[in-house]
């Protein structure tokens, strides 16, 4: 029930922020921080009652009793459906990475949200909900509905407190991610179809249909199904176009969730259902999937570099830090696996910290463009230095999270493709370059006196050490996340390994 | 004919006899609040007979079938006739002026369509879908002020007219060639038939096909939806889409099983090719519709399609026949609070029936637009509404049959519907306009009500669907 009740603590918790606005117009704020921090508490209180032996347990992909949690019970049994949901450490920490950058997200809004403000807090905790769902959910119908539902309050926080072309931004990003999710719902569909012919059997339980035989050219097609949606949702060159828009154009706390979170869905799916699913199909496809990665990669960077708009030059960043999830995916060893998931919680963090000082740079300058900035730092030095933090973090300074991660890909990728691995190198260092343009063009440089604004202040600046001190943590001790994952793609490799009966 | 022929009859001697007696009443008191309540009593009395008539489940004369699935099908579409009964009330009572035929026109169309769904022989068959259409000629035509209505009305009539006559001589080829009117019996005597005079069977065949799939607007047959959805009332827009189309679907999915017809390849890619133009054709002109009537005009010939495609994939399984109780029923359900929350939000104004006028409706009426949002979501597929689950329905038995050509253009039909269906919605949660318009009126309980039942019983379909697929399995 455990992981049930996470869902629905939010989704409650939602319509209480709703109501909540009635008594007043700061009280949903509250009240939403107050349902984040209750499911986060939860959480920690029924993971300390469980040996912490069982966390460091490699799982059996295809056994359920073997993940830390497994739940499940019949929903529409005429289809096989089931409320199916079960956690291992990869979940797990993606759980954590949700609650934690929610709590985020809900600080982000406190001030930036003026109307509507029940509203705006259901909306943001209900995607929260749908993101546990998908992290959570292992049942192929279960996986798929959070899947798309959870884009409908996302697309209501784009539509509603956008910026000033939201109705575009907020289109494109549901057309791209229902488009490419409705192939993945024909390839869920075609998958159950096949595990019905062969064994008789209804299901579209994860552990049934991991061993499903497929003939090779089915299987090409299903995988290409799964493969399109997730990296649409990652998002993978080229099938980034939405990203930098709804970015660009979402309130300051949809951008941390977007960026945080949403985007590690699709990384997420590929490490659990695009390659256990077809591991063999996967292996073929690999070097096409490499590819894109590493254009993604070098593509973002460049494109990064010619943004005039803070917002939108993080947007292409992301683009390009995504792009070395896919490639480390897609290396599919146990040092490229690990960097992949460090990327996923590093990247979560880095970025959701620069999109709310975008944020907060927006609600006090009124403009996101960096030509109108400058000098920024004068003006507001904690703020500067936060930022500079972030943005070094985000460029992968040794010693911070990110570059663990990127460290561990490229050194992964290394043993599958030395040319790509150069190529992919070339993204640190333009990485440095839009960084520290960045940082330049909007807080050194000539301060312009005439301002006055406020700096950060303390809940600002609290939300803001959360992050560094999780940076911080990842890069200077990353061993308990490794660990944690650790199982987990082991799990998973031993497993691709002896359906397609060739070590990689 | 005996006592339980009469009483698996039931629901059609209800309909006739409030008929009768709306009638009746209109010549000794004209009163439409009167009419208003017998109608709505007749309704209520049908829907109880469609329960009770099912333990008499059986052939009445040659003409009619009651089984089940009929009856289960005449419950939905007077349940609907309810719904439109209630929008009504709103649109057709101004002070002053008499009304009452409108409701005896509603109540003759319903028992067409009751009718049309249990018919088993083509006397029936055009019976039932004659008195339907006639009935809602008139219906269309309704408000005397206006043009829109009138035209809409006569290009119903003409064209319907040519359908029919297309129907009858579909109906005469096919009698030639088997010597048949019932559809078992011309299932039994095509096949041999087919054999000595392929033409003749399958010219029939297909001009049955068409008559009928001009009533339920697929492509090619399609020109006339846009218009009359616009010009006529709301309230007998919504009755058209649902009643009307359902019923013709029904009885055509009656007469391709019953008279086997899944058997002749070059029917099978007629339909294919139907059915693939409805979901692109249809999805594609929607795009641009400005006015929300006209474009579930568009949407619906796209549904249409959709469901083309499950009747293309029956082979006689299980699976396919509840697939259409199950499309059609969330179809129904998804039109009949589009169709409510446009009549109660635009009233019979053509103007407000404008996308543009729906623009902030969430901050105006919250009930009203949530409803909208939901039908909308539902129309589009999306989970967790009754219209995911009969996409998943009609996806299923695509990839089950491997149909994968009808099933690329039902992907790419159902993404190009995304755009139009989200532009609704975006209009209504635009905050722009907030201040500007005011507050649309008094509240309204029964259209808030019927906003809210609707509401929950697509999400009911959709979230929690084993009860109603056990039901739809045991039809």
Redesign the interface.
């Known amino acids: 029930m455990l992981m049930i009740n996470l869902i629905l603590i939010l989704i409650v918790g939602g319509f209480a922020a709703l109501i909540s606005e009635r008594f007043g117009q700061n009280i949903p704020r509250k009240v939403a921080l107050a349902v984040v921090m209750l499911d986060l508490v939860y959480l920690l209180l029924s993971l300390s009652v469980m040996p912490e032996l069982e966390l460091l347990q490699a799982p059996q992909p295809s056994d359920p009793q073997s993940w830390l949690m497994h739940y499940s019970r019949e929903w529409i049994p005429a289809f096989g459906i089931k409320i199916e949901l079960a956690v291992d450490g990869l979940s797990l920490l993606m759980v954590f990475l949700t609650l934690i950058l929610g709590a985020v997200a809900v600080s982000a809004s406190w001030t930036d949200v003026q109307v509507r403000r029940g509203f705006f807090e259901a909306n943001l905790l209900w995607t929260l909900a749908g993101v546990l769902g998908v992290f959570m959910a292992m049942d192929l119908f279960l996986f798929f509905l959070f899947w798309e539902v959870m884009l409908i309050p996302m697309y209501f926080m784009i539509a509603i407190w956008g910026h000033e072309n939201r109705g575009y931004a907020a289109m494109k990003f549901f057309i791209f991610t229902q488009v490419s999710g409705l192939l993945m719902l024909v390839s869920i569909l075609a998958l159950v179809a096949v595990h019905q012919s062969n064994t008789g059997v209804w299901t579209f339980s994860y552990f049934d249909l991991l061993n499903t035989q497929i003939a090779e050219q089915t299987a090409f097609w299903l995988m290409l199904g799964f493969f399109i949606a997730f990296v649409v949702k990652l998002p993978g060159f080229p099938f980034h176009t939405w990203l930098p828009d709804a970015h660009t154009q979402a309130p300051t706390a949809g951008s941390v969730i977007l960026a945080g979170v949403l985007l590690k869905t699709g990384a997420y799916g590929l490490i659990r259902f695009a390659v256990p699913l077809f591991p063999q199909a996967s292996i073929e496809f690999a070097p096409i999937a490499l590819w894109l990665g590493a254009a993604g990669v070098v593509y973002g960077a460049v494109l990064a570099f010619g943004q005039t708009d803070f917002k939108r030059l993080i947007a292409y960043s992301s683009v390009s830090h995504m792009g070395f999830v896919l490639l480390g995916v897609y290396a599919w060893n146990a040092l490229a696996l690990q960097g992949a998931v460090m990327q996923m919680v590093a990247h979560g963090f880095s970025t959701a910290a620069l999109f709310m000082i975008a944020g907060s740079l927006q609600e006090r300058l009124h403009t996101r463009d960096m030509r109108e900035m400058g000098g920024l730092w004068q003006n507001m030095p904690r703020m500067g230095a936060v930022a500079m933090f972030f943005v070094v973090a985000s460029l992968g300074l040794p010693g911070l999270g990110n570059f663990v991660a990127e460290f561990l890909i490229l050194l992964g990728l290394f043993q599958v493709d030395r040319w790509l691995t150069v190529i992919a190198s070339l993204g640190l260092i333009t990485g440095a370059a839009y960084s520290l343009l960045l940082m330049q063009r909007s807080f050194q440089g000539e301060p312009d006196e005439t301002r006055q604004l406020t700096d950060f202040g303390s809940r600002e600046m609290l939300t803001m050490a959360v992050m560094m001190i999780a940076l911080i943590g990842l890069g200077l001790y990353p061993q308990p996340v490794l660990d944690i994952a650790r199982p987990v793609v082991e799990g998973l490799l031993n497993f691709s390994a002896t359906v397609t009966g060739e070590l990689l | 004919m005996n006592a339980s022929q009469m009483q698996a009859l039931l629901p059609v001697l209800i309909l006739s006899l409030t008929a009768v007696v709306l009638m009746i009443q209109a010549s000794i008191k004209r009163d439409q609040k009167l009419a208003w309540i017998i109608s709505a009593l007749g309704f209520l009395c049908t829907l109880w007979a469609t329960g009770y008539a099912r333990e008499f489940a059986q052939p009445v004369t040659i003409l009619l079938q009651v089984d089940s699935w009929s009856l289960f099908f005449s419950a939905l579409v007077v349940f609907a006739a309810l719904v439109t009964l209630v929008l009504s009330r709103k649109s057709f009572s101004p002070e002053g002026e008499r009304k009452e035929e409108y409701y005896l026109l509603l109540v003759l169309s319903v028992l067409g369509a009751v009718v049309l769904i249990q018919s088993s022989h083509m006397v029936s068959l055009l019976l039932g879908m004659e008195l339907m259409g006639v009935a809602l000629y008139a219906m269309i035509a309704f408000p005397e002020k206006g043009l829109l209505p009138l035209e809409a009305a006569i290009k119903y009539l003409v064209l319907s007219a040519c359908a029919s006559a297309i129907l009858l001589f579909g109906f005469a080829l096919l009698y030639a060639a088997t010597g048949q009117l019932s559809y078992v019996g011309i299932g039994q005597q095509a096949a041999t038939a087919y054999l000595s005079n392929p033409l003749l069977v399958m010219a029939g065949t297909a001009m049955v096909i068409s008559g009928l799939a001009f009533k339920l607007s697929v492509v090619p047959f399609h020109m006339w939806t846009p218009d009359v959805y616009q010009g006529a009332p709301t309230p007998v827009t919504g009755f058209l889409a649902t009643v009307s189309k359902g019923a013709v679907f029904v009885a055509l999915t009656r007469f391709y099983m019953d008279a086997q017809l899944y058997q002749y390849q070059p029917l099978i890619t007629a339909l294919s090719i139907i059915a693939v133009a409805s979901m692109l054709i249809g999805n594609l002109l929607a795009l641009r519709q400005e006015d929300i009537k006209r474009l579930l005009a568009y949407s619906s010939i796209a549904h249409f399609g959709y469901l083309l495609v499950v009747l293309i994939t029956l082979t006689g399984t299980g699976m396919a026949s509840d697939a259409v109780t199950f499309y059609l029923a969330a179809y129904i359900l998804t039109s009949l609070a589009a169709f409510a929350v446009i009549a109660r939000v635009a009233g019979e104004d053509q103007h407000k029936t404008q996308i543009a006028a729906f623009e902030g409706l969430f ?1 105006r009426d919250k009930i009203q637009a949530t409803a909208l949002t939901v039908a909308m ?1 539902s129309f ?1 597929g ?3 509404t009754a219209g995911f689950m009969a996409k ?1 329905y009609v ?2 038995l695509a ?2 049959g491997s149909y994968w050509f009808l ?1 690329s253009a039902l ?1 790419i039909g ?2 190009i519907a ?2 139009y269906y ?2 609704i ?2 209009s209504m ?1 635009k ?1 722009s306009v907030i201040d500007s318009v005011g507050d649309i009126g008094v509240q309204d309980y029964s259209a808030n009500l019927t906003a809210l039942l609707l509401t929950a019983l697509i999400l009911m379909l959709g979230s929690w ?2 009860p109603f ?2 039901f739809a ?1 045991g039809l």
């Open positions: 901050w979501l589009a999306i989970p967790l998943f996806v299923s990839i089950q099933l992907v159902s993404a995304i755009y989200l532009r919605i975006f949660s905050t669907p084993q697929i056990t399995g």
